[in-house]
């Protein structure tokens, strides 16, 4: 496409750091990073689709060879639609565009606009990773562990929202042990979903159930309780170290998971702190995160690596209060 006008380029490219008109190019291209969004988004629906009746109508063991090239061809054509086709609609070279804004003395319009760019240079490959991460449940049994899953994730969601009315006696309620005895089971059950054997805790995680876990956001629901203020009283550090329990399985040997937990590093090692108060085992969580994880522990924070070593010498001396997960942490 044609370059833009040089004539005045330094005077364009120039902002003192926030014009109407600047800020106007940073809003469009969040709006069109929404567009491709929704794109991509279709594409992978229809790609999902596709799969789910070629596999209903070949069956479970048929070769994905076998789908029809030109069905598979409309799904990628999908993704160049003149809706979705930014450079027919803007009558120039998209790709020239978000360079020149990315030209712009202005940090937040650079980061969007480089963003974008590659968004519109790699939406095939975004529908082909998302349609990766897709788990078409065709074992009535799967559908309906999915479902109760569901239904008890939303439970636990709310239960932690509102655990501040009864998980703590104060003036303003009273401790609800009814609550807290449905919150532990809740937490209980679904920490055994995520082993291998449903009737006791084992070792060997239960990939697929930690999947369907983690598409609940059952992770980011659970991160929440760690937001509570740290109270010693009440129940409130018994169901954190139900919590921490669940979490370890969560992320035990799922990349997936732990790499969406270490997003929360900081979150939780607010109850990781040195003191007198009870611990709830979060050490065990975050040695969770990083076992097996080569790539994560190339990146764990060198202050979490001092806090852990600073809690073993601190419960060591006072002589109680020692909890190996810390050392099992600093192993993995």
Not at 277 to 283: H, K, L, P, Q
């Amino acid at each position: 496409g044609p370059l833009p006008d040089m004539d005045n380029g330094a005077a364009r490219y120039h902002t003192s750091g926030g014009t109407e008109v600047v800020e106007t190019k940073v809003t469009m291209c969040e709006i069109c990073s929404k567009v491709l969004d929704i794109a991509v988004g279709n594409a992978t629906v229809q790609l999902v689709r596709l799969f789910a009746e070629w596999q209903a109508n070949r069956g479970a063991n048929a070769m994905v060879e076998n789908m029809m090239p030109q069905e598979v061809m409309a799904v990628v054509q999908s993704m160049h639609p003149r809706a979705f086709d930014l450079s027919y609609i803007a009558g120039t070279s998209f790709n020239v565009m978000l360079m020149d804004l990315m030209m712009y003395e202005h940090p937040k319009l650079f980061v969007v606009a480089c963003k974008l760019l590659r968004q519109w240079n790699s939406r095939l490959s975004c529908v082909m990773e998302r349609a990766a991460d897709v788990c078409l449940l065709t074992d009535p049994a799967e559908s309906k562990l999915f479902h109760s899953m569901k239904a008890n994730v939303s439970r636990l969601a709310n239960y932690i929202k509102t655990s501040e009315d009864w998980a703590v006696a104060n003036s303003h309620s009273p401790l609800d042990m009814r609550k807290f005895k449905e919150a532990e089971k809740l937490l209980e059950f679904l920490r055994m979903l995520c082993s291998e054997d449903p009737k006791r805790d084992t070792e060997i995680p239960a990939v697929q159930v930690q999947s369907m876990a983690e598409s609940l956001r059952l992770g980011e629901e659970l991160v929440k309780a760690f937001e509570m203020p740290r109270d010693p009283g009440g129940v409130l550090p018994d169901f954190m170290s139900s919590v921490c329990k669940l979490l370890y399985t969560f992320v035990s040997g799922h990349a997936r998971n732990q790499q969406a937990l270490f997003a929360h590093l900081k979150t939780l090692q607010v109850w990781n702190d040195v003191g007198d108060r009870t611990d709830i085992g979060v050490a065990n969580t975050m040695a969770g995160i990083f076992r097996g994880n080569h790539r994560l522990c190339e990146n764990v924070p060198e202050e979490l690596v001092y806090e852990v070593g600073r809690a073993l010498v601190h419960y060591r001396k006072k002589g109680s209060g020692f909890y190996p997960q810390r050392l099992d942490f600093l192993r993995s």
